[in-house]
């Protein structure tokens, strides 16, 4: 049992390359949680958009239909309401893409960052040097994963949300046509019209959605193995623990 | 396209809100105004738009300044860290989300019941209702004076007055049309008045914006009906404002009133002579760097 020389450049470089990476596998934890919040926006959004109608233990294509199929055109006293509500949920996405924008430039930078990493050589365990060089390579697999899955997803909401916003807009004009007009408001099929389509649209768009959150799981298992590696490289190199 | 207001134009508007003088049977305008100067604030992405043939901001924006302060608070947790690593979209909207959430904006509805007389059978109360839809914008006080039976739609709990729901609706509804609205609001009891006091739109002036204002009030205590109101087509007015049925013992007054900037009192009294109106009409100090 050999204590770990703490003056070793070798050594320091290992450390510095072990902080590189913590500092990475940080960088993707906060990103998956900055999903986390999108996917709560989205899921606000979705409620908005198939408000009134029940789950319902139906198969996964009759419960998509079911819950995509046009609402009743609210009642005029709840327009102003589901309006306001309708916008809320569009805007909170619309924020959250941007964040999610910002997320898919973090992640091309780090790709880079853990490719340029300067692997140590020379005395170092070979234990703790093949753990590293795997965590790094892991990662790096990790981040095209991420890469991938946040940029596909980003596409998803961003027609989404255009949809959505067109329901809002139709809304809009229903919530105004009530209020210019007054109680003599005479219901209108086109607007009615408008804001099935709107519906309808963001319906396809939802299923496209939805088939990225398998992908999402399975990333989430991949982080948290990258996690128990890096637990390993920590347990090598605690002060006052020695070399095998 | 609706022109981009500018800032002083918001300015101004804020400006013309105290010169229209308005008293108890329209909404507050402070709280109008800080919700209006919220307007200022640059929203990322989205350039501020006037309502089509208006000074009056889009609803959409009227409406942005309240849901976008009640998202501040989940959204800027998510952004800052962006914004800290140098991302410049993020920091433009933790810049705005941080000033957004500091106003309190206008509240979607506001109920006041109080109680002004009473005996053993009855119960007289004064009902104000402060509308702000801002989906429209409509931003108004309805205030009924009713008497209805001890045990009616108003009902005592402790020291507060509850109303029954149904009445509430139909005093919601009888804001958009006073005249109707009275007649279904005598099914719960005397009807005293109905007031209703609306503030805006806008028109563009020569020089700033021209803010208005009307009052419309029902009552049995009216001498005659009158309808003035320069924002009505005159030859049609009366169709657009629904009047009481001639069976009936109210009467309507319906009168709007102007705040126009000081060096455009000449063009609005031509313009208000042209709609053949004598509408009241106060000035206002334009901010200085209105255009």
Redesign the interface.
């Known amino acids: 049992m050999t204590p770990l020389n703490t003056s070793d450049p070798a050594l320091q470089r290992l450390r510095d390359m072990l902080d590189a990476l913590d500092a990475l596998d940080d960088r993707h934890q906060a990103r998956m949680a900055m999903l986390d919040s999108v996917a709560v926006a989205e899921q606000r959004l979705r409620d908005e958009l198939h408000r009134g109608q029940t789950p319902s233990d139906a198969g996964f294509w009759a419960r998509l239909r079911t819950r995509w199929s046009p609402p009743p055109t609210p009642h005029a006293s709840e327009l102003t309401e589901r309006h306001e509500a309708m916008v809320r949920a569009v805007r909170g996405l619309s924020f959250h893409l941007v964040a999610l924008e910002g997320a898919v430039d973090t992640v091309v930078n780090d790709k880079a960052e853990v490719l340029s990493l300067a692997f140590p050589t020379g005395s170092e365990p070979s234990a703790t040097q093949q753990t590293l060089t795997d965590r790094a390579m892991a990662l790096s697999d990790l981040l095209q994963a991420e890469h991938e899955v946040l940029s596909i997803r980003h596409e998803g909401l961003v027609e989404l949300h255009t949809a959505a916003h067109d329901v809002a807009h139709a809304l809009s004009r229903q919530a105004l046509q009530h209020h210019l007009a007054g109680p003599r408001t005479v219901r209108s099929p086109a607007l009615d019209g408008v804001v099935r389509a709107a519906i309808e649209r963001a319906a396809e768009l939802h299923h496209r959605v939805d088939t990225l959150e398998s992908r999402m799981r399975q990333l989430d298992a991949e982080a948290r193995e990258r996690r128990v590696a890096k637990d390993e490289v920590e347990a090598w190199l605690r002060p006052g623990t020695s070399d095998a | 396209m609706p022109d981009a207001p500018s800032t002083p134009h918001i300015a101004a508007l804020c400006a013309a809100l105290p010169a229209l003088r308005l008293n108890h049977s329209f909404p507050p305008w402070r709280p109008i105004q800080a919700h209006l100067a919220a307007l200022q604030l640059p929203v990322p ?1 989205h350039p501020l738009i006037q309502a089509p043939d208006t000074a009056w901001p889009h ?2 924006a009227w ?2 300044v ?3 302060g ?2 501040a608070d ?2 800027l947790p ?2 800052r ?2 914004a800290a ?1 140098g ?1 410049a ?2 920091k433009a ?1 933790v810049a705005y ?1 941080e000033a957004i959430r500091t106003v309190v904006p206008l509240e ?1 509805a506001v109920w006041q019941v109080r109680l002004i007389g009473h005996d053993t059978t009855h119960l007289r109360v004064e009902i104000t209702l402060d509308q702000h ?4 914008p ?1 931003l108004r006080r309805t205030t009924l004076r009713i008497a209805t039976v001890q045990g009616g739609p108003i009902t005592e709990q402790g020291h507060t007055l509850v109303l029954d729901p149904e009445l509430e ?1 139909r005093i919601a ?1 009888a804001a ?2 006073p005249a ?1 609205g009275v007649l279904r609001l005598s099914e719960w009891g005397e009807v005293e008045s109905l007031t209703v006091g609306e503030v805006g739109p806008a028109r563009n002036g020569l020089r700033g914006p021209w803010l208005s204002a009307v009052l419309t009030r029902v009552s049995e205590s009216l001498d005659r009906t009158w309808v003035d109101d320069a924002l009505l087509d005159s030859a049609s007015g009366d169709a657009l404002v629904e009047l009481p049925r001639p069976d009936r013992p109210e009467r309507l007054s319906r009168q709007r009133k102007w705040a126009v900037p000081r060096a455009d009192v000449s063009a609005v009294r031509g313009w208000l002579a042209q709609r053949g109106s004598r509408n009241l009409h106060y000035t206002y100090r334009l901010p200085r760097d209105t255009p």
């Open positions: 992405g609803p959409d409406l942005r309240r849901v976008d009640a998202l989940e959204l998510v952004l860290p962006l690593g991302d979209r993020a909207r989300l979607e839809i801002l989906a429209a409509i609706r509804e958009a049309a109707r």
